[in-house]
C-alpha cells in the first residue's frame, strides 16, 4: 500500500496535480453512408479552443459509448479529447431486453469476423469523418488533431485497437482477413484486457512497431470465452523489443474493472495516472513523461 501511494505520488508530480478543466460531452449520431451504418458517438472535449490530441475509444463486446467512461473522463480532464465509438451489432443491443438465459448465446453471436471487420470499418469511417467534418468547419472537429490520434479499447474493444495498430492474422484465419489491417493515422495504442486468438503470436506481432500500452489485471479472465489472466500478457510478451511497449498489470482488477463504466480508488487512479503519462509522452511528445515511463517507477514493465 505504502509503495502503491508513493508511487500516485510521484505521478501527480509528472502530471501537475490537479485536472486541466471542465470538459464538454456531445452525444451524435454519425452516419456511414458508403456502409448505410449509423454510428453513435460520445466526444468529450477539453477545456480550451485549440487543437487537441484526440483518442478513439472502442467498447467491449456488449458494450455502448459509456465503455472507457472513467478513462475517457479523466483524458479530456488532462487535456485530451476522447472519442467513444459504439459498435452496432456487438453493442449492448445483443443483451439488452432480452431474458437472462439467452444474454450469453446472443453475446457470443457478436462476436465473430464480421463484426470485427465491422468493427475496424467504424474506426476507419471515425478517422475518415473527422477529417472531413473538420475541413467544413465543423465546431467540434476543428477541437481534434488529426496529426495526433490515438488508438484505445476493452477487450473486443482491445482486439479491434491491436489489430489497427498492425497486428496481424494467426494461420487459419488470415483467408478471411485483409493481410494488413493497420491505421496509419494512429501515432500511439492501449489495449485494455488484451489477449491473442489463433495460433503464433510472434507472427502475429512481430510488425507491432509503434507505441502501445498493455493494461490488464491479476483477476483479468473471461469464464465464458474461456481467456485467463495469463492469457492476456501474450500479447507483450510477443511484441518486439523496440523501446515503445509498456504493460501494467493491476492487482486483483478483474475482466469489468477495465470496461471503465465503474469506480474504484486507488486502481483506477493506478491506470488513469500511468495511461495519461503515455499518452502525455507518445501524442504530446513530452520527454519528461517519456523519461518516468522508461524508468518504469517499479510498477510495470516496458521494452
Known amino acids: 500500500m505504502k509503495s502503491l501511494l508513493a508511487f500516485l505520488s510521484l505521478l501527480v508530480g509528472l502530471l501537475g496535480g490537479a485536472p486541466s478543466g471542465a470538459v464538454e460531452v456531445r452525444d451524435e449520431s454519425w452516419t456511414d453512408a458508403a456502409r448505410q451504418r449509423g454510428l ?11 487543437r487537441a490530441p484526440t483518442i478513439l475509444f472502442s467498447h467491449g463486446l456488449g458494450g455502448s459509448v459509456s465503455g472507457g467512461r472513467e478513462w475517457g473522463e479523466h483524458w479530456a480532464s488532462q487535456g485530451f479529447a476522447v472519442i467513444h465509438v459504439q459498435h ?77 495498430g498492425g497486428q496481424r492474422p494467426p494461420p487459419g484465419i488470415a483467408d478471411f482477413l485483409a493481410p494488413n489491417l493497420a491505421e496509419s493515422a494512429f501515432k500511439a495504442f492501449l489495449a485494455f484486457s488484451p489477449q491473442v486468438i489463433g495460433a503464433d503470436p510472434a507472427h502475429q506481432f512481430s510488425r507491432f512497431t509503434r507505441p502501445v500500452l498493455l493494461v490488464t489485471g491479476t483477476q483479468d479472465g473471461s469464464a465464458a470465452f474461456g481467456v485467463t489472466p495469463e492469457q492476456r500478457l501474450i500479447p507483450f510478451e510477443a511484441m518486439p523489443a523496440t523501446g515503445n511497449k509498456y504493460l501494467l498489470v493491476v492487482d486483483d482488477a478483474n475482466h469489468m474493472f477495465f470496461n471503465g463504466e465503474g469506480r474504484a480508488g486507488e486502481g483506477h487512479a ?34
Do not use: C
Open 40 to 50: 453513435p458517438v460520445r466526444i468529450r472535449l477539453p477545456d480550451g479552443s485549440g
Open 88 to 164: 452496432p451489432g456487438s453493442d449492448e443491443s445483443l443483451w439488452r431486453d432480452k431474458p437472462s438465459g439467452e444474454r450469453l448465446a446472443s453475446l457470443r453471436s457478436g462476436a465473430g469476423v464480421e463484426q470485427f471487420l465491422a468493427r475496424t470499418a467504424d474506426i476507419r469511417f471515425v478517422v475518415a469523418e473527422l477529417a472531413r467534418r473538420q475541413s467544413a468547419g465543423d465546431p467540434v472537429a476543428t477541437r481534434v488533431d488529426l496529426a495526433r490520434l490515438g488508438m484505445s479499447g476493452h477487450s473486443f474493444g482491445a482486439i479491434t485497437t491491436l489489430y489497427l
Open 270 to 303: 493506478l491506470v488513469n495516472a500511468v495511461s495519461t503519462a503515455y499518452w502525455r509522452a507518445h501524442l504530446q511528445d513530452d520527454g519528461e513523461a517519456l523519461r518516468w515511463l522508461k524508468a518504469r517507477g517499479g510498477a510495470f514493465k516496458s521494452k
